[in-house]
């Protein structure tokens, strides 16, 4: 199993600039989020999913939009990207049901927006 | 609306010394789940000890405990005989019902252990 992937590990946007960050799972999981970790701060919870087709906002999800047509894979969408949006993104997974179910990360992607 | 939050940005502990990261949480669910992560350097996040809401016992993970006291609504993590290996940053972190079980998380704790 390769757990949790993310693609690009680094990334340079220029203001204005679109991109998609790929999220990636093998583990079956129905659940799958986006975070984003700023210095001080976190991290905080940009968008989920709790299965494919179904996708709801978390604490900070202005300027990024996601989908889920399959279990696997949950891209995250920066459609205008601003300075405000660097930042290091970490994808999550984990199997629906208690609260006991442990989250596993995937490595994660720096954005850096110029 | 839940929230954790971490009131040591920053501790220091001598090598094999005991250490405990705070970690006090607010919510009006029921049943949640406590997290612990560390993230070192390399920027992973590593998952280290988990307790739930209606566990009368603290859990335990090797060298890590969580010392659950519900009532005061605390998720302290004690590492016991650190190792220089422990320096990185902790995250105690909250999960419930809503948000597809998505974690909340506190902002922190970076801890660095000393010869």
């Known amino acids: 199993n390769a757990g949790v992937t993310q693609t690009p590990k680094f990334q340079v946007l220029k203001t204005g600039q679109s991109m998609t960050l790929q999220c990636a799972q093998d583990m079956n999981h129905e659940y799958m989020s986006w975070y984003r970790q700023d210095p001080g701060m976190g991290l905080r919870l940009i968008h989920y999913?709790?299965?494919?087709?179904?996708?709801d906002q978390g604490e900070v999800p202005n300027g990024y939009n996601v989908s889920r047509s399959t279990t696997e894979d949950f891209p995250l969408r920066l459609l205008s990207a601003a300075p405000s949006q660097t930042s290091v993104y970490f994808c999550?997974?984990?199997?629906?049901?208690?609260?006991?179910?442990?989250?596993?990360f995937g490595p994660g992607t720096r954005l850096l927006v110029l | 609306a839940q929230k954790i939050t971490q009131t040591q940005p920053g501790m220091f502990v001598q090598e094999k010394e005991a250490v405990t990261l705070d970690c006090t949480y607010d919510?009006?669910?029921?049943?949640?789940?406590l997290f612990w992560y560390k993230q070192p350097s390399s920027g992973e996040m590593i998952f280290l000890i988990y307790?739930?809401?209606?566990?009368?016992q603290n859990a335990t993970e090797g060298r890590y405990s969580l010392n659950f006291q519900k009532a005061r609504k605390s998720a302290n993590l004690v590492i016991s005989a650190s190792q220089l290996g422990d320096s990185a940053m902790y995250f105690c972190?909250?999960?419930?019902?809503?948000?597809?079980?998505?974690?909340?998380f506190g902002k922190g704790t970076s801890l660095l252990v000393t010869p």
């Open positions: 307790q739930g809401s209606y566990d009368e």
């Open positions: 999913s709790v299965g494919a087709g179904i996708t």
């Open positions: 919510t009006s669910d029921q049943s949640y789940g």
């Open positions: 972190a909250m999960r419930g019902p809503n948000s597809g079980y998505a974690l909340n």
């Open positions: 999550a997974s984990s199997r629906a049901g208690a609260p006991q179910e442990t989250q596993y």
